[in-house]
């Protein structure tokens, strides 16, 4: 009976098939969410299986499993998926095309499906290049638009980069380790794990299958084609920046255990993680295209997941890419009614934080504010620790505890300070509200992430820690993480108390030119441009 | 080695289209069908009398596809296109196992000949079966633009389609050396590239206002059909036998 949830993957492929003989408009999106409900139901039914009696449901001769990881991404896509439809119902109406975007959109479906649920390297690799077709042909949807088929040629160029790599991977993969089944792979990359051997066949393997990853999930310097395909509409965009961009993280998942051979792997990740995660951010800032700067805002917190994986917090990414996913889509499918309710109401978006406890102060105490300064700097890692300590205390025995922290104490840092501008109100209402959420959320956050990594990796999780620990010593971390915490306070301080003097000269020459190199990209999309006209 | 030639000739290993295009002994169509009998002749040939094929002539063959990448993007002619890419995927026949590369050749065949008629549908309606200014196909002649996409997406090599699950067939196959690795790489790209090209000068862009766009007949819808139900059940054969 549970053996059904197998056939999650064809179902979009049937959806698709029936639309191809309906002609009433009005019944293409109906059938379409009617029969998707049907997956989720199935995935939401296969998940209590798998949690329920501990075991994968496993079919069609090994090929495909509803493992732990299925059972956590089949219900967040399908979902997903419903919600995406049901927005496109009325979005796509008028657009030419009505019937190959929804049938479009169940192949891009099923080949997500397939990828999560594949237990063998060459159903991996059709599903992995299916998506990559699929994905052209839905960014290209608005085929009369020149720059649309444009940006989509990119697409389709870094993704089949990454389709050749991925192939030779598996090719390597089989030829080093005898199977192509993932389950039985896992089994003996963990065994091997235990007497780790230095063959420089698998650091290739490894690093291809990273590199495939890292370009479908847009990191630098692969990342060009995410901020250029928002010419595509809405519920495409939303579909690419909550789902398609994450299959990186999820074939790192996937293959975890090969990559427990590999630490040279996980380092380097961690490395192009963090150099897209700045670099992403701070362009993001700078670009002048809302769309754009929303597309580098994912292409950062794709730098964010490979980052995690290179620490070896694999759950953590599985984590991230789904609390990412959900907000991104909602950013994308809100932004149609948002931009339309704020072309009457210029006080719309309202922010709940403003209402409750703005409250504007001309003569503000400089002292108490650097003292509130102060503990909005500290006191986020003494809750991150504490909560770790409490939650999982050998957390702290690898060196990933400091990157984590650093970056947990940055987001809090930066909660506490720009989201309720303590620079103009300080009451002990809003320093009250600040801490007691702050511990709340990071609390959930923190339990619900230990459980996550419990449930798909159970005792081996504290392996993928070890495996990236880094050759650094923990007080060259700490004195690292002091380092960052010093001058992150000082900026701060100087954001908020030091009046700029405004000059009427011109600006300092290096500021601008660090500007203007963000300001074009880093002339990322120029190169592209000149040297990348394949298709004419 | 006399064998080996000869295959390497029949196998699309030599550009001898350079003869026919040049003398103009042939027309385009011709030329096509010409090399796709030649390619048969090949395969039943290697069948019968099976030869290890050395590298040299891989190596012929190579140049062979790179010069053909090349002319083919300088065409925007249907049964030209279908000839090239016989010619680029040459390599394949000459040094992957013949048991793994006659099925990726006959999918290959198949799919060109969907091409071929293509360009005679294109030919009766628009007096040429050449696509140049004849843009999106995919609004304009929805039965049209289903049938190519799916040979667009099968010589670009992409699955479901069987040249690309074939094609992992081969290279799983075969020994990995260095010629292996270009080979692969000028295939996997080649193939793409053409196709890409193709693409979007054909199904995308806007309908030319200046031209009466007409769809699929019956009879093309018939033969198209075929083609594409024997595409899918290589897939699903070819599929079977990768994975085992």
Not at chain 2, 39 to 47: E, K, M, Q, R, T
Not at chain 2, 83 to 112: C, E, G, Q, R, W
Request: aromatic share 16%; net charge positive.
């Amino acid at each position: 009976m549970e053996k059904i949830v197998l056939l999650i993957p064809s179902i979009p492929i049937v959806i698709a098939f029936i639309l191809f003989f309906v002609n009433k408009k009005e019944l293409m999106p109906k059938i379409s969410i009617m029969l998707s409900s049907m997956v989720a139901a199935l995935a939401l039914y296969g998940t209590y299986y798998v949690m329920c009696y501990d075991t994968p449901i496993t079919g069609f001769g090994g090929l495909v499993i509803y493992n732990e990881l299925s059972s956590i991404l089949v219900p967040y896509v399908a979902i997903l998926g419903l919600v995406i439809r049901k927005y496109a119902t009325k979005y796509m109406w008028d657009e030419p095309g009505y019937k190959r975007f929804f049938i479009l959109l169940n192949f891009i479906f099923s080949a997500i499906y397939l990828l999560v649920m594949s237990n063998n390297l060459i159903v991996l690799a059709v599903a992995w290049q299916l998506m990559s077709i699929s994905l052209y042909l839905l960014v290209s949807f608005n085929i009369r638009s020149k720059s649309a088929v444009k940006n989509g040629s990119w697409t389709m160029l870094t993704h089949k980069l990454a389709d050749l790599l991925f192939l030779i991977a598996v090719v390597l993969t089989y030829k080093t380790f005898g199977s192509f089944d993932l389950a039985e792979l896992s089994q003996k990359w963990l065994i091997m794990s235990e007497n780790p051997i230095d063959d420089p066949r698998i650091y290739v393997i490894g690093f291809l299958f990273l590199f495939a990853a890292m370009m479908k999930s847009a990191i630098m310097p692969f990342h060009l084609w995410l901020p250029y395909t928002s010419e595509a509409p809405t519920p495409i965009s939303g579909l690419m920046h909550a789902g398609v961009v994450n299959v990186g993280a999820i074939l790192l998942n996937k293959l975890a255990f090969l990559l427990l051979l590999t630490p040279m792997v996980l380092n380097v990740a961690f490395v192009m993680g963090l150099i897209t995660a700045i670099f992403a951010s701070l362009l993001m800032l700078v670009v002048s295209d809302i769309k754009r700067s929303l597309g580098y805002s994912t292409v950062g917190q794709m730098g964010y997941m490979i980052m995690e994986v290179g620490l070896g917090a694999f759950s953590l990414a599985i984590y991230h890419l789904m609390v990412h996913g959900i907000f991104k889509a909602t950013m994308f499918l809100e932004s149609g009614s948002l931009i339309k309710h704020a072309r009457h109401d210029p006080n719309i978006p309202k922010r709940l934080s403003y209402e409750l406890f703005w409250e504007e102060k001309a003569n503000y105490s400089s002292k108490k504010m650097f003292r509130l300064l102060a503990i909005f700097t500290i006191l986020p890692v003494v809750i991150f620790i504490g909560i770790k300590m409490i939650l999982a205390e050998e957390f702290f025995h690898f060196n990933a505890a400091i990157v984590i922290l650093a970056f947990a104490w940055l987001t809090g840092t930066q909660l506490f300070l720009s989201f309720f501008k303590v620079s103009k109100s300080e009451s002990l209402k809003v320093v009250f509200a600040l801490v007691s959420s702050f511990i709340i959320i990071l609390f959930t956050y923190e339990y619900l992430g230990l459980a996550l990594e419990h449930f798909l990796y159970g005792e081996n999780a504290l392996r993928f820690y070890e495996a990236a620990t880094m050759n650094v010593t923990m007080l060259m971390s700490l004195v690292l993480l002091g380092a960052i915490v010093i001058v992150g306070w000082l900026f701060m301080y100087k954001q908020h108390f030091v009046d700029v003097p405004k000059s009427k000269d011109k600006p300092n020459k290096t500021k601008w030119l660090f500007y203007k190199i963000l300001a074009k990209e880093a002339y990322f999309s120029d190169i592209y441009l000149k040297y990348f006209k394949f298709f004419k | 080695m006399f064998l080996n030639i000869i295959l390497l000739f029949l196998f699309a290993g030599v550009p001898y289209y350079i003869f026919f295009e040049k003398t103009k002994v042939l027309k385009n169509d011709k030329i096509f069908l010409v090399s796709a009998a030649l390619f048969l002749g090949g395969i039943v040939l290697a069948s019968l009398y099976p030869q290890e094929r050395s590298n040299s002539l891989v190596v012929i063959s190579l140049i062979t596809s790179v010069f053909s990448i090349y002319k083919a993007t300088k065409t925007s002619n249907f049964y030209k296109v279908s000839y090239y890419m016989l010619f680029i995927n040459a390599p394949v026949f000459m040094m992957f196992d013949l048991k793994h590369s006659i099925p990726y050749s006959v999918s290959l065949l198949i799919t060109l000949f969907g091409i071929y008629f293509i360009g005679k549908y294109y030919e009766r309606n628009y007096k040429s079966a050449n696509y140049y200014s004849i843009s999106g196909v995919t609004i304009a002649t929805p039965y049209a633009g289903i049938a190519l996409t799916i040979y667009i997406i099968t010589l670009a090599l992409y699955p479901p389609f069987p040249n690309a699950i074939l094609f992992i067939g081969n290279i799983l196959a075969s020994e990995i050396n260095t010629l292996w690795y270009i080979t692969v790489v000028v295939i996997f790209f080649g193939n793409f590239f053409i196709a890409m090209r193709i693409m979007t000068k054909t199904l995308f862009g806007k309908p030319n206002v200046t031209i009466h766009y007409v769809d699929f007949s019956s009879k093309d819808k018939f033969i198209h059909f075929l083609i594409l139900v024997t595409l899918a059940i290589f897939s699903v054969w070819g599929f079977q036998e990768v994975i085992q």
